[in-house]
């Protein structure tokens, strides 16, 4: 079983950014596909991004497109996800997500995850 534990969240004006990390407690991270999903009050839990084992693939939901860029250091084994350009709709907790996985492919959905962390909540003032 990984551990995750994200951190970065708070509150922030629309229009700007935050950086979100998520720390894994695993030797084989680079064998992890990544996903950061968000829930709002009353909302189902919504994919945000999602990255392979290296960065070379991603994927991203089409409310944060153009704004949002996920990455990965597999020699810390963390991911992060920036968040620029931020609006009062972006206000949720924030999930990282891991799951091993022998091939790179984006994992898009929370049912393909079967690790995640403890959420870190984003709140974003208009």
């Known amino acids: 079983q990984v551990q995750l534990v994200e951190s970065g969240g708070g509150l922030v004006q629309t229009g700007g950014s935050l950086r979100l990390s998520c720390a894994a407690s695993?030797?084989?991270?680079?064998?992890?596909?990544m996903g950061w999903f968000r829930q709002a009050p009353g909302k189902e839990r919504e994919f945000v991004a999602g990255?392979?084992?290296?960065?070379?693939?991603?994927a991203y939901g089409d409310s944060v497109k153009g704004r949002f860029t996920i990455s990965r250091d597999n020699a810390k084994s963390t991911s992060t996800l920036q968040m620029n350009s931020l609006k009062p709709e972006d206000t949720a907790v924030y999930y990282c997500?891991?799951?091993?996985?022998?091939?790179?492919?984006?994992?898009?959905?929370?049912?393909?995850?079967?690790?995640w962390g403890q959420g870190t909540q984003v709140t974003v003032s208009s």
């Open positions: 997500a891991a799951s091993y996985s022998p091939t790179n492919r984006v994992r898009t959905t929370p049912g393909e995850y079967t690790n």
């Open positions: 990255i392979g084992w290296s960065g070379g693939r991603t």
């Open positions: 695993t030797r084989t991270f680079s064998m992890y596909v």
